[in-house]
Nanobody
Framework: VQLVESGGGLVQPGDSLRLSCAAS????????MNWWRQGPGQAREFVAR????????EYADSVKARFTVSRDDIKEMVYLQMNSLKPEDTAVYYC?????????WGQGTQVTVSS
C-alpha cells in the first residue's frame, strides 16, 4: 500500500488549496479514505472521511462547510478541496486508510496559511 500526498503550500488567509492523494497497492475502490492533519505542537487530528463509493462524507467541525473530500476510483485518487483557509489550518496533512487490520499513512504535505 502506498499513499502519496501533494498540493500543499503557502497561502494567505481566505485562499483555497486542493490536496491530492495518489493511492496504489490495494483495491482502492473498496475502502474508505481519510484525511488527517497535525499542526505544530499538536496531536494529529481527523479532518475528513469518504466512504467507498463516495456516498458518505464526514468532516471535523472545524472544517465543515469549508473543506470538501472527494474521490476518483478510476484514477485511484482522493482529494481535499480546502476553501476559506485560516491560519489555524496550518498543518501537515496526511492521507490515511485502513486495509484489513493494518493502518496506512502517506508522508504528508505541508499547508501553511499566513499573511
Amino acid at each position: 500500500v502506498q499513499l502519496v500526498e501533494s498540493g500543499g503550500g503557502l497561502v494567505q488567509p481566505g485562499d483555497s488549496l486542493r490536496l491530492s492523494c495518489a493511492a496504489s497497492g490495494f483495491a482502492f475502490s473498496q475502502f474508505s479514505m481519510n484525511w488527517w492533519r497535525q499542526g505544530p505542537g499538536q496531536a494529529r487530528e481527523f479532518v475528513a472521511r469518504i466512504n467507498r463509493g463516495g456516498t458518505l462524507k464526514e468532516y471535523a467541525d472545524s472544517v465543515k462547510a469549508r473543506f470538501t473530500v472527494s474521490r476518483d476510483d478510476i484514477k485511484e485518487m482522493v482529494y481535499l478541496q480546502m476553501n476559506s483557509l485560516k491560519p489555524e489550518d496550518t498543518a501537515v496533512y496526511y492521507c490515511h486508510t485502513n486495509v484489513g487490520f493494518s493502518s496506512y499513512w502517506g508522508q504528508g504535505t505541508q499547508v501553511t496559511v499566513s499573511s
